[in-house]
T-cell receptor
């Protein structure tokens, strides 16, 4: 089954304790992205990756790191989590349409990771 | 810059009555537009997408949306609401350059369906 998986699904941690949220897709997609969802703000992009070893900042990258060593995996790293990073996190992936454009193609989302930082 | 505005944060309808969720967009070029649905404690699922091939777009579960360039709108409709339609709906515009891009989400509209 084609899917995006995230782990863990739920995490409660304390300020300053490094954590990693994993994301994996089995669709051989080039593009992967992380979003955070906060009430009243919709989803906002944290980081994205156009392909292996190619990553770039989204709208809210502060306090986060990512890596893309393999095509299928795109982990989100919080080196020193703070309470304002308490949120619902989604990983997404996509592939370009024929002709190389991503613009019209949908993104497939993982089930989400609910993170609480105390 | 691309942006979307969902005009209602919450919509309540009775089962069997029509659904209208409103979305306006701002785009400097021909946009790619999507509607996603999020059921409680679930991920996001694509309902439909506008790809410039046709202005009336049909999606899953009986939903459809009409792209109106003159009004910069992409409202989501369904003729008859079902209890299972209760969820949060996001209007989304795609924002891409040669270097990469993202989806820009509206704030969301929560749809309640009363028996």
């Amino acid at each position: 089954e084609a899917q995006v998986t995230q782990n863990p699904r739920y995490l409660i941690t304390v300020t300053g304790k490094k954590l990693t949220v994993t994301c994996s897709q089995n669709m051989n997609h080039e593009y992967m992205s992380w979003y955070r969802q906060d009430p009243g703000l919709g989803l906002r992009q944290i980081y994205y990756s156009m392909n292996v070893e190619v990553t770039d900042k989204g709208d809210v990258p502060e306090g986060y790191k990512v890596s893309r060593k393999e095509k299928r995996n795109f982990p989100l790293i919080l080196e020193s989590p703070s309470p304002n990073q308490t949120s619902l996190y989604f990983c997404a992936s996509s592939t370009p349409l024929a002709g190389g454009t991503f613009s019209y193609n949908e993104q497939f989302f993982g089930p989400g990771t609910r993170l609480t930082v105390l | 810059a691309q942006s979307v505005t969902q005009l209602d944060s919450h919509v309540s309808v009775s089962e069997g009555t029509p659904v209208l969720l409103r979305c306006n967009y701002s785009s400097s070029y021909s946009p790619s537009l999507f509607w996603y649905v999020q059921h409680p404690n679930k991920g996001l699922q694509l309902l439909l997408k506008y790809t410039s091939a046709a202005t009336l777009v049909k999606g899953i579960n009986g939903f459809e949306a009409e792209f109106k360039k003159s009004e910069t709108s992409f409202h989501l409709t369904k003729p008859s609401a079902h209890m299972s339609d209760a969820a949060e709906y996001f209007c989304v515009v795609s924002d891409w350059t040669n270097q990469g891009g993202k989806l820009i989400f509206g704030q969301g509209t929560e749809l309640s369906v009363k028996p």
